[in-house]
């Protein structure tokens, strides 16, 4: 199945993580989606030679080609989404999506509120802005060109910070605040889906992002970014610009 050791350890969960799979559930569930595809697969190249002719008037009797009724084919093909009943669900899980991840941007800033060195936290990014529409990753959706609203991945939080020293504090409260909301809500987001920008209260000036490790220096390749772990849990990604606008 093209797995490794590390990526079996790496998906043992933790209790931080509750929300996800035991590594054999994990494991089943990827066999099972493959196992889907190569049978879809099959049948689809079983079927390619499969057309639906149709009569040309223009067609003359020495003429012995194939017409084939594209719309038909398309509409009968089980990658492309159907009606617009599939497209509207598509669409309200989206929504629903970004509305989690509000959720738990509202419990991680309620969680920080505690802390006297955050003076400000401000959710911006796609979770706090109207959804746009756009031509998804989804395969279904991107083959046919059909636009859906866009895809939430993480909720991405600018935390003004007066003491670049309490910044594991401020780690564990947003782990914290993550496991409450998956307890009192079985809302289910990672830390990591939390994003969390450093602020300079005074010049407004972009510092760095909140580490997702739980030690400082982790040893990862990501940990060897020029001034990244400057200051412990603080850091930095090559090439990245922040624009405040955002």
Request: overall charge positive.
């Amino acid at each position: 199945m093209g797995l490794n050791p590390r990526s079996l350890i790496k998906n043992i969960p933790s209790r931080s993580e509750p929300w996800k799979l035991p590594v054999k559930a994990w494991i089943h569930d990827i066999y099972e989606e493959r196992r889907e595809k190569a049978v879809m697969k099959k049948a689809r190249k079983e079927q390619v030679a499969i057309v639906h002719p149709v009569t040309d008037p223009k067609q003359s009797p020495e003429d012995n080609t194939t017409y084939v009724d594209f719309e038909k084919y398309i509409s009968e093909d089980k990658d492309i989404p159907s009606n617009s009943k599939e497209i509207h669900e598509k669409n309200q899980a989206m929504l629903h999506r970004q509305e989690q991840f509000r959720i738990a941007a509202k419990y991680v800033a309620d969680s920080l509120s505690n802390i006297p060195e955050v003076k400000k936290v401000v959710l911006f990014g796609s979770v706090a802005k109207p959804l746009e529409k756009e031509v998804p990753r989804f395969r279904k959706f991107r083959r046919a060109g059909i636009t859906i609203r866009h895809e939430c991945q993480d909720a991405d939080m600018a935390v003004w910070i007066s003491d670049l020293r309490r910044l594991k504090v401020i780690q564990k409260a947003r782990s914290q605040a993550l496991n409450n909301l998956f307890a009192e809500k079985q809302i289910g987001v990672a830390h990591h889906q939390v994003d969390i920008f450093v602020i300079e209260p005074k010049t407004n000036r972009y510092l760095g992002r909140l580490c997702i490790f739980s030690s400082c220096p982790k040893g990862k390749d990501q940990c060897r970014v020029f001034r990244c772990g400057e200051y412990r849990f603080l850091q930095q990604h090559e090439g990245f610009k922040f624009e405040s606008k955002n």
